[in-house]
């Protein structure tokens, strides 16, 4: 019997189950990635959904996926094949099945619906180990719900930002698939003169500050997860040639409190490991702070700076991290100097 | 019978009908801007409350509005005033009247009201059409219960932010009505020495970096608006010289889901009209991709970049966004390539 | 009998009871800062508890404090420590004691615990007027929960923000405790050739802006605040070096709506007052606006500027303010030409 | 400036100001009775609403209604004339007018209309005491809704069951306004032979027993007004002759724990008053056992019987029960041995 | 395309699909009877679940049901039978299954997973009319939810009392199914002497009077139904050869405000369709009142007794029903003196 | 370690601790009554308060309790005695004191008060065993917020009825501590002649039924226990003379699913462990249910009843509870043939 996932997974890589080509790839990446990802919903065509679903099912049932886990993204509640998906699925790779994604989530009834049917089909199946459930925030009430649908089952590993959907629903007028806009933006004032501001204001160089479009979505999608224990992932990066900007969106995710994201292109899976991985120096400075801290109370001062009880707690969250990402990860475990 | 307006609006143009050369300019502005606002609370001088009331009664019995909406924002619940200003207003303009705007809405109680006054007026005056119901965020607590105060009753056309009151009611320390702050903004790290922080930091330059004063705000009003179907909009920005900080402003609404924008000087009408409607190439693009996705469902490759159904969703705000706005407006019609 | 305190406190400064040096300078303080603290969570040592309730006991009986407020930060409700910080402090010094501050607050039970123990150690002591109670918003569900928790006692003065604590719930990937974070920012587009984004798009140098980390968490703390007429504060700044960054961010929090900050080194004292308190200048402006206004309604022209019923009340936020420092700092007083 | 009623009343008299007969009357009952309540709504022709609505203000400005206060039924929420029934009291008799009953309330949010709509209309009209509203219970959604409707604003006096209303919403089968039905009851088992249940149970006599149609109804109203510190009132029993069952049903309401009822008939206000006012004898006994309590703790024997703190309140209930009514009611205060 | 089922059902009869014997009489009950249920759940042998879903597959495709509808129960939602139950039965016979019958609900979460369920198979089948759900009370937790259980879906059509399993899950010590108990009943106060209790009390014959072990359930549950405008049902009624407390048990859920009532035997049939039935007199005197209160306003004298608004609503409750029962049943039109 | 007390008490008798008469009496009772209280609480005097509670701290020392649990009435949470009741109880006899009994208890937050409260104080003892919370339910706030109060923590072992406070609080025009009241009754009509109501009325004798002034109370406590899985208990019968109506009182609370009850006098233990006993003749009757109905599916005829998946339910409650109650009682294992 498999173990239930309890690991963050740092990168999530999709790949479509209809295309042959791409499916012929995945035994190969099989244990260099956290996740792989079956898709049967966006950008799977509707004529390709059932071939989709069968190519899944090979797959499942004839890789070895090593260290890798297996998930699927099936399609909408309301779309006419989430029930055969789940029910195509768990009768027949629901052993190797580690996390059911959920799109368009807008409630927690909507958990308690797959919670439900999982609960059936895998007694009827005899799965013995519980499939967990993934939702993607896509919606504009899944935001305001976003609280309760990520403490509503025990069955919740986690949940994604989805800022294509999420933006059209918001009628943001962008069309790129997550990142910045340019237009997002404030400005400096204009020069003043002595008596107040000056008439030319517009002809005066103003400085333009660009902001980030995602601060409150990726905020409170954070601590929804973190008062209910799960994982808060950042989702797709749409441009695949723009790298720099991918890892940055990467970064300011895993700042805000990520753990992983989607990779929708090989290059982006080295980018997520990289940046969802905490940098060595930093692993070696939670560590001396943890070890300073002894038993944990007080304040001590190293290399000229005040650890007490909070930040010890914030360096705990480094060597954690450190120490799961280890165990799957020989190489990183040589860089943190951890056992792997 | 005139219909329910159902259409975003670009432009929210204030009045005072206390003001005979303002009201005397209304009939020529008709049918030029999305809306005509005739305004009788924020600054109309307690003395003038009644004539305001009274010249805007005259204004929309005698005006021939055209393609514009005519709205009225109305005195504050707790005032002495609000009862007659809808009572007098349905009573004789009721079949004109398109929305009432509420001012300093705490929770859905408030909108409970309005609705159920609305209706004994509407229905003592034969009023044929429901008002609509637009209430403006300009409270802590209304903040905190938007979600309700959107969702409570089908005449719920929308939400504005009202930067000033809020900022008052929050204890924000700005006296500017909208825009940003210099004051608030994050500074780049003083630069290190190989042995850690310099000692010299203050001394070393370091980049600062303004921030968006209103980003929250502005984004979970619109979240809110989106889960109930209803419109959200920009407020006032109170800086009329400042033409590009206002366009700025604006534009920073519009990327984050907002229809439209009050306005307060002609000027100002310009900028809305331009900002609020899509740039013409792209709602072009936004076309080629709806065209290239044909049942919505797969994922097409288009000028290199790769577009499935979340960015078809994305591209359909734009071009639904586009359709609508070119009904009333031949000019942007003809843009767009599109029938008006 | 002493008043209960009912104005906003510019700095907390804390200080460690348990430490000797730190508690002799104590009497020398009081009438120099707005709240002095006397620390018995974070950063003492599980040894030195008792001593640091006893010295703050000693402190609290021996201290003739003048101007300043006595607060207290005690344990957290599940440690070993909390009900003997409570029931010795209310005992032995309830009548001297203001504010008792409660860390790692997670929701309105955690208040009304606090609330009625309180009550019951009064009644017991005889101490005459309530004291009040401090939240410390330092977990993600205490964040979910802000609202009801800033509303569920008449006790409540105000809430701090904790964001070392916080981070570490939320895993944020810093260790610093306060402040910015250099790798959380956005980046301009990448040059466009006509043809479409460059393929070197890579090497084109583009620009990055830094993003603030805590915008979401402040904005909504002051609304959660604001709606039942108590005090949000800044929490710690660690990086004791860096004045200039501690400076942004105390000012930032002040922008936002805070109206103080805690102080962990003299230094930060003198920043938090001057930060704190609003520019003379300023006050000065809000005054004319005020004068100008009248009896509060209509718009009038100042400095070419039209200034109405809502931006009055922007400007009213800013003298009262003024007017509570001014009470209790006669420096501060003459800056605004008010009677201390 | 009249006092705001705060005192139970036991007998609701209901009246037809648009009778002429029975306008007449109500100077007469003035001081005999302890509400007198001028009846708009439900058994006034639709024709006849205005001459009620003005008979009453007539009433209302020409009589002295001494220690009588004076009431009104509005019509309900959804009609067409409750805004001028409001408007009209309010602006010509606002400051004789006690306590506005409300027919049909649904929701908290029915109260809070009243509740804002009194609140200007007062304002307008110089009115200086609040007027009180009076909730009747006759939906089965005002049921699940009977706690917030209790609580929802300070104007809330009490409430009334509305037996006949509320049975139709229901569905209830009976036809009756009140009291019980012979139908409802309960039977006693077939008598059983050695073997088991007689095979001719039909044959054998089997005793029945009726039940109270009203017993959850009325209890949960009761709480609802208890947690709130309202009234509840039983409201109408409409069989006039049957004075046995409308004492039945009075007492019934009394020992649940209502205060009053309507009464729509002069004998019936003579029933109200002696079974709502506590029998001279158990205020005898209370006051004996309030005596002997002391201090209020412990336990005493009296009459062979122990009475403790608890049965103590109970007697307390009725001895401030008797105090209030004495207070109105000087042959009432004779029999109770009470200063009236 | 049949018709969505609106009109309450006094009778719905269950039989075994599994058990030949019953299933070959259902043709002939067609007709006879409002609903013929076929129960898969409590009563069917774990072995016999697939003989009796399989038995109501082919009874639902090969009989003509007339003027009787279809429903079954379905097994639990936590069964292993369930999600078969659905998809089989909806698959197969769809299009003439008006109810499914949902036992054991604890909550709203129960509903809308049995409602998204339905949708999807209705979608997959083709089923053009949505098939409607009914709820069984049978837990603790589901009294509690009542209210929500009700209003959760547009499929509601009503609920049932489980008299049984509630029994059980509440731990009431009472083996019966439906019905009262001896064992429940208050009795007299023993006679007084004249200085108070009879010390002989116990030998003194006092009365004793049995009470309704369900008024709160039955009361509460009517209510929920009313809110939400669904029919709510007395369920099973055990002893079927007591016909004399059955009938007492149907008639005082009828009173109370139930529609119908389950029918485990065609005695009870019989039983339930007189009892549901308004009595022709109580109808001819309720048709006279409606006649007699034209407008619906105001009141009348009618056989020496007031009949107003209110008891006009009693009335039409009345009238209305014997117009729905007579169209569906020609002998009780005839009864009814209406069109059938 | 002693076990956690999960079995339901029948009789839970109250003794007084400042009492040396009552006092020492207790360690004969030990074993022959389930649970011995040592109230503090009502009925003991202010005076007494600290003896009451040093007495019980010398008998939990002292006493060895058999098989019989011990419990404690502790003062109310707004009295000046709780904080040292609890204080001193748990330091001095926490290892002893099986259950603390909350009087008044209005709300989740009073019961979270308490569980936190034991957790510091069993921490500081090292008590080993949780200390469980029994709530008496005395006000009407406690009645509407009953589901919440039984759920709100793992430590709920129950709640009581408490009558007299009850009463108190709702108005309850009764003096009695528990039972019926002769004055709640419903009367049968009066007789009819052939042309309606009789005019004499009065005369004809008509039958009155009384009824429970208690039902909805008791019923919704026990739903509210059920559905979180802890027991409801009823309380004090305060005439102690009145063996038959406690009898009556105690019966009724054992059929709406009570497991046991307060007793006040040794006569009204003997009357609790009978009532709260099943019978054994019930018992026997289900087992033969339970074993005829083997897996537990389907029907069987027994005695010529008809039994199924529900009423074996029915017929288990009976069965674990004699088994529970079998276990600690000799006595009645023997009577239910049962192992002791």
Known sequence: MREIPSRPSRAIHFFDPSNAKMAAKVPAMAGTVDVLLGNLEDAIKADNKEAAREGLVTIGRETDFGTSQLWTRVNALDSPWVLDDLTRLVTEIGDKLDVVMVPKVQGAEDIHYVDRLLAQLEAKAGVQRPILVHAILETARGMANVEEICGVSPRMQGISLGPADLAADRRMKTTRVGGGHPGYLVRSDAAKTDDGYDVHGEQTPRSTYQQDLWHYTIARMVDACAMHGIFPYYGPYGDITDVVGCEDQFRNAFLLGCVGTWTLH?????????????????????????????????????????????????????????????????????AYGMKG
């Open 266 to 334: 090989p290059k982006q899976i080295e980018i997520a490991k990289r940046v969802f991985s905490p940098a060595p120096e930093d692993v070696e400075h939670a560590k001396r702070v943890v070890e300073a801290m002894g038993d944990g109370t007080g304040a001590v001062m190293l290399d000229g700076k005040m650890e007490d009880d909070a930040s010890l707690k914030q360096c705990l969250v480094m060597v954690r991290l450190a120490e799961q990402l280890a165990e799957g990860d020989p190489e990183l475990a040589a």
